[in-house]
């Protein structure tokens, strides 16, 4: 059992263990990477709306993203950073 419980938090440690993106700066494919139910159709979303429209100046900005709603961004408003000096 230890053995199995091992191996699963190995296989989860990227998704456990994310560490927070800047969300006006990162890849789609770090925010992907870095942020729970965003896949990179949502990841890709939300870097078009950065070009777009400028950087988010909330994190609740990221609500105007299709595809992005508050429930998302309230399992992850602990990982997400606006500024590249922020800190958790």
């Known amino acids: 059992m230890k053995t199995f419980v091992l191996i699963l938090g190995m296989c989860f440690s990227s998704w456990v263990f994310a560490s927070p993106v800047n969300i006006n700066s990162a890849s789609a494919e770090e925010i992907a990477s870095s942020l729970s139910g965003i ?39 602990q990982d997400i950073l606006l500024e590249a000096s922020e800190t958790k």
């Open 39 to 77: 896949g990179p159709k949502k990841a890709e979303a939300i870097v078009a709306y950065r070009k777009a429209h400028g950087p988010f100046k909330s994190v609740d900005d990221l609500s105007q993203v299709k595809g992005i709603g508050s429930k998302t961004i309230a399992k992850n408003v």
